[in-house]
């Protein structure tokens, strides 16, 4: 096997503390909705809250890191290879077939991700953050917006929970879905996309 840095040491730093994070307050969230006691309800809070700043705080440096290095451009949509990448995932992966786009420093996602995490960062991640922050600072508002009830902004914000677990379910699972368990996860461990021998003789010759 050949192996291509493709995932900087930071990338992979941010990647894997924001998944902490997020199941992090996943945990804490629901049980403060009072789906279940781990913590205790007012400990579950003052996690979830830490743990938000937390992430807050991680998203501006990861937001800095990639416009000050041009990564940011690695998101833009683009619907080349689109069809193909799609069918790999309803067909080839259960067949076998090699999947059709290889990630390399220039191109980090695919299609089909691209426009997964775009709806993450202009969807998901607005909604969740900006109810969170409206419950957070309840008392500070409350008085200039009496017509906003508490009630809908918890609402809302519990919605947005439900669609980053149903994102994280997806993401998940679609990471899995490579000619191993672990091929598509391994180089956001290691850093490196793996090419298979035969695809770099083809290359060469």
């Known amino acids: 096997m050949k192996g291509e840095m493709v995932f900087k040491r930071f990338e992979r730093f941010w990647h894997w503390s924001q998944a902490a994070l997020i199941f992090f307050l996943l945990t804490t969230g629901f049980e403060v909705h009072g789906s ?3 913590f205790g309800f007012g400990r579950a809070a003052q996690l979830h809250t830490l743990a938000a700043y937390l992430l807050l705080g991680l998203w501006v440096l990861a937001i800095f890191w990639h416009f000050t290095t041009g990564e940011w451009r690695q998101y833009l949509p683009t619907t080349e290879k689109l069809g193909a990448v799609i069918h790999y995932y309803l ?88 000619k191993t368990v672990f091929s598509l996860i391994k180089p956001m461990i290691t850093g490196y996309e793996e090419e298979e021998k035969e695809r770099a003789s083809a290359a060469v010759e």
């Open 36 to 38: 279940y006691t781990l």
């Open 91 to 178: 067909v080839g992966t259960f067949t076998g077939a090699s999947h059709p786009f290889r990630k390399t420093t220039l191109a980090k996602h695919n299609p089909l991700q691209r426009l997964a995490y775009l709806w993450f960062k202009l969807m998901i991640s607005p909604l969740i953050w900006s109810s969170g922050l409206l419950y957070l600072f309840f008392n500070d508002w409350n008085s200039w917006l009496p017509w906003l009830p508490l009630e809908w902004v918890a609402l809302v914000h519990t919605a947005a929970a439900f669609l980053m677990l149903i994102f994280i379910i997806a993401h998940v699972y679609m990471a899995t879905m490579g």
